[in-house]
């Protein structure tokens, strides 16, 4: 079948998107869904960093491809094998698709699926296929096994989890990423208890979803930490019990003094080492510093050795905060329905595909929270 996508013809592309126009719409042809994969009408999808770090090429991707991995929509087909999807059922897509036996995840560790990260390197499907190709029949990679910024795509089962069809698909859509890996940093990751103290340093999507993760677990303070003064506001109205600009002079000095030497776990979703720094600094000792921001490979965060067993320190990495989708998405759509987890109100703006590269602009601008493409 033909589709309209938005395919990256190269990455390191220069701003402002706008001019550049990284994203180009194009009709490519999609095959039908192979065995153990579905079609999926994409409805929703949101504009996330880890989209825009292959566009500025701090995530290196092959290219052309069609980007695109926090999304939902509505099945349509399903191949072979395929026995619990029908065609009508909606879903949210999942950008680890976990295989089920390998040591990760037969660990309880689906994030950390080892034929995932190969196949999502590599630009394919879990089944290492690609089902994009263009008129001329070359083909055109999938963005880690989603592809979501197209009226269609084909997945492989292993990255859907089904919902109830009355949670409208532009709020269902954020469950992918922002809110897995947001929510997840804090609760799975973290594991933040009643009583804790918090610091989230980077106030994006998934930063303050990492916010409102600790308010759920029960932390006593959260403190919200961004060089924007827009976003710090967000983050009081969500609940945050501080906001800081990390820019003013003295403020590790300020948030340690506050916390009587620190804070028992810090959160860091800015994607820069200085970021990780930050949170470091911040946490005390014998505290937890957790980090799920993706600067490019190139960079290295410097922290005093030292400290790591003198004071008993903790610095851990989060992937799709740590969670395991079919039992965390459910969770925290019922925690969203109760609501305990108010993540609508991280939509900023609703965008046409047609707009994707001023979304972009606007994400890389740090003017935007949570921006979400919707298709007719």
Known sequence: MKIRAAVLQTTGAKRPYQGNQPLVIEELELDPPGDNEVLVQIKAAGLCHSDLSVIDGNRPRPVPMVLGHEAAGIVKAVGNGVHDLQVGDHVVTIFV???????????????????????????????????????????????????AFADHAVLSRHSLVKVDPDLP???????????????????????????????????????????????????????????????????????????FNSGEAGCVDKIKALTNGGVDCAIEMAGSEKALEFAYQVTRR???????????????????????????????????????????????????????????????????????????????????????????
């Open 97 to 147: 698709p976990s295989c089920g036996h390998c040591s990760p995840c037969a660990e309880g560790r689906p994030a950390l699926c080892e034929p995932a990260a190969k196949t999502n390197n590599a630009g394919t499907l879990a089944s290492g296929e690609r089902r994009l190709h263009r008129a001329d029949g070359s083909d055109v990679h999938h963005h880690i096994g989603v592809s």
């Open 169 to 243: 698909l532009h709020h269902a859509a954020l469950f992918g990423c922002a809110v897995l890996t947001g929510v997840g940093a804090a609760i799975n990751s973290a594991e933040i208890k009643a009583g804790h103290t918090v610091a989230v340093v980077g106030l994006g999507g998934v930063g303050l979803n990492s916010v409102l993760g600790a308010l759920v677990a029960g932390a006593s303070e959260v403190i919200a930490i961004d060089l924007d003064e827009d976003k710090l506001a967000l983050a009081r109205e969500l609940g945050a019990t501080h906001a």
């Open 286 to 376: 014998g505290g937890i510093t957790v980090t799920g921001g993706l600067p490019h490979p190139d960079k290295k965060v410097a922290i005093q050795q030292v400290s790591l067993v003198a004071e008993e320190r903790t610095l851990k990495g989060s992937y799709v905060g740590s969670c395991v989708p079919v039992r965390d998405v459910a969770r925290y759509i019922a925690l969203f329905r109760q609501g305990k987890l108010p993540v609508d109100k991280l939509l900023s703006d609703t965008l046409t595909l047609d707009q994707i590269n001023d979304g972009f602009e606007k994400l890389a601008a740090g003017k935007a929270v949570r921006q979400i493409i919707l298709f007719d």
